[in-house]
């Protein structure tokens, strides 16, 4: 039985040395540059990584992992493994003098990690060493472009003595409501979230014969939780084949990913509600009329919340080109749990639970609650009150808890926080249980997920949640940006704690902006019965949101009390 990924990456290279691991897509296009690489060589390199890090004694310690999007960082990440060294995924400054942002997170996750190597691709490293003034952490820090280390590494590797318990890497969070945490995420919990992966999408033997080993289609960062996980470790968890790209070129064009599952035919590809809606605002007849989508089974979408007017319009657009509802499939998962939690059914279209006939959004199909599915094998799920340590009735709203094998080891050198997170306990049930900040219900098995506990809005003496006013306001404008609302409460003096609205308009929308921003009073006045204190609509692309696509409210609302917000009729700022 194997003990981790790296058992099953020797097993992989051995049965079926010659078949592709991974196609990387260099310009994101299918008819231009790909590289590739065979299970042979893939676990070749990464015991040339292995062996590197062994000879200078590195083995339990932790390496920052710095790459652009390719194929170098899974050998370099599998290396790390392969090593017993702790990997630690990162994202590499770049671009506009170096984002000031990427480089302070680098600087802090390589601080938080203790790190004593640097992995990364050639022109990362030659960065970073141009950057030494701003850098004083790198002097006691190896740095290394693993490209340079010898193919014949290999020949000295030795396979480390690893457990279940052993970490195999640390996953930052990507802190929608707090500063970034590293998550021990151990071997054995690698493994266990594998395993809840394959059997909630359907991945069986006879599905992987069907598909003749083309599984996956993914842009998905590979530093976060969703992209790693899933589709690329997935991939080597069970001996497939996965076509992968950047996520810059699928921003810049959103028809590449779509061309991409045409092209390759996968069963599952997947991101994030707002990668839906970017397709489809390029969903023109010339592409449609390209594109075959019908062997696509698993459509999935997680990270953020999943919107019911979302997954309608799409597979109402691309049902011409084949696709069907029934591949639509929303899920939740957060880096504690290692990645996923819940998974709707393959070949089952989503779950919706319509809204109350007197409440907010009464009959409108597209508001509708989506079910993110059921629970994996051996996941265990309670819906809680936190402050009873009660287990709640089926359909009454509380904090989402989750036990079993998937459940991360805690927070990296926080002893408090994995207390408080990890360690929580119910008076009338046995076990201790992971607290996800996430609030939700369940219904006949099935779990909606309503908002964060820390993003709650109490106003009057009232619950809001914030998903709710930034979909009342979404809706009540054809201009306003789905996914790119942000609610939050201010103190109003007197008038206590008063809700505030900061929506990303199209800039075309400019002359329209008071009409807009009384439509956006308007409607929340009547779906939630609140007096909104401001609504501010700002430039595309400048509301605060994590690596995973999340609203950051805490950091939208710093921005408005502050003044900072890119604000329309205004000169644009970042």
């Known amino acids: 039985m194997a003990r981790s990924l790296v058992d099953l990456l020797t097993s992989h290279a051995s049965q079926q040395p010659d078949r592709t691991a991974y196609r990387y897509l260099v310009t994101g296009d299918c008819d231009g540059e790909i590289q590739d690489i065979s299970y042979g060589r893939l676990a070749g390199r990464s015991r040339a990584v292995a062996a590197w890090l062994q000879e200078r004694g590195l083995a ?218 970017l397709s489809l605002k390029h969903a023109t007849p010339d592409l449609l009329d390209g594109l075959d989508l019908s062997r696509w089974k698993v459509a999935f979408n997680g990270a953020e919340p999943v919107r019911a007017a979302t997954l309608r319009r799409f597979s109402e657009t691309f049902g011409a080109a084949g696709f069907r509802r029934e591949a639509l499939y929303p899920c939740y998962g957060l880096a504690e749990a290692t990645l996923m939690v819940t998974g709707s059914s393959v070949e089952t279209p989503p779950t919706l639970a319509e809204t109350a006939g007197s409440g907010p959004h009464a009959g409108a199909a597209d508001a509708a609650a989506v079910s993110s599915g059921r629970a994996g094998p051996g996941v265990t799920l309670v819906i809680a009150d936190p402050e009873r340590q009660e287990e709640l009735p089926e359909g009454e709203v509380g904090e989402i808890w989750v036990g079993g094998a998937s459940v991360a080891k805690g927070y990296w050198r926080n002893t408090l926080a994995t207390r408080e997170t990890f360690r929580a306990t119910l008076r009338d049930r046995p076990g201790r249980f992971l607290r996800t900040g996430d609030l939700g219900f369940l219904r006949d098995g099935e779990l909606f997920v309503t908002g964060r506990l820390k993003d709650l809005m109490v106003i009057d003496g009232r619950n809001h949640y914030p998903q709710d006013l930034e979909l009342s306001a979404e809706m009540s404008h054809g201009a306003l940006r789905p996914g790119c609302t942000a609610a939050f409460s201010v103190d109003g003096g007197v008038e206590g704690e008063q809700p505030v609205i900061v929506a990303e308009t199209a800039p075309e929308a400019v002359a329209e902006s008071e009409k807009i921003t009384d439509l956006i009073r308007s409607a929340i006045g009547e779906a939630h019965g609140l007096s909104v204190r401001d609504v501010v609509l700002v430039h595309p692309g400048t509301i605060p949101k994590t690596s995973s696509g999340k609203i950051q409210r805490h950091a939208s609302r710093a921005a408005y009390l502050a003044g900072n917000l890119s604000v329309v009729g205004e000169p644009a700022t970042r």
């Open 60 to 277: 339990g310690s932790r390496a920052m992992l710095l790459y652009p999007p390719g194929i170098e960082f899974i050998c370099g990440y599998l290396g790390c493994l392969s090593a017993g060294v702790v990997a630690v995924p990162g994202v590499p400054p770049q671009g506009r003098s170096q984002n000031h942002r990427a480089l302070t997170r680098m600087k802090r996750l390589i601080a938080d990690a203790d790190a004593k190597v640097i992995l990364g691709g050639r022109e990362v490293i030659a960065a970073l060493g141009a950057m030494a003034e701003h850098l004083p952490e790198l002097d006691e820090i190896t740095c290394v472009a693993t490209e340079d280390i010898p193919d014949d590494a290999a020949a000295s590797w030795r396979e480390p003595d690893l457990s279940a318990d052993s970490v195999a890497f640390l996953q930052y969070t990507s802190g929608s409501t707090s500063a970034p945490r590293g998550v021990m995420v151990t071997h054995g919990n690698l493994l266990d979230n594998e395993r809840v992966i394959t059997e909630r999408m359907g991945h069986t033997p006879d599905t992987i014969a069907a598909y003749d080993n083309e599984l996956f289609v993914s842009w998905l960062p590979v530093y976060h939780d969703m992209g790693l996980i899933g589709p690329v470790l997935n991939t080597v968890y069970l001996g497939v084949t996965a076509t992968l790209f950047s996520p810059l070129h699928f921003l810049q064009q959103p028809a590449r990913w779509l061309t991409a599952v045409s092209r390759y035919r996968p069963h599952t590809s997947g991101g994030p509600n707002f990668a839906y809606e």
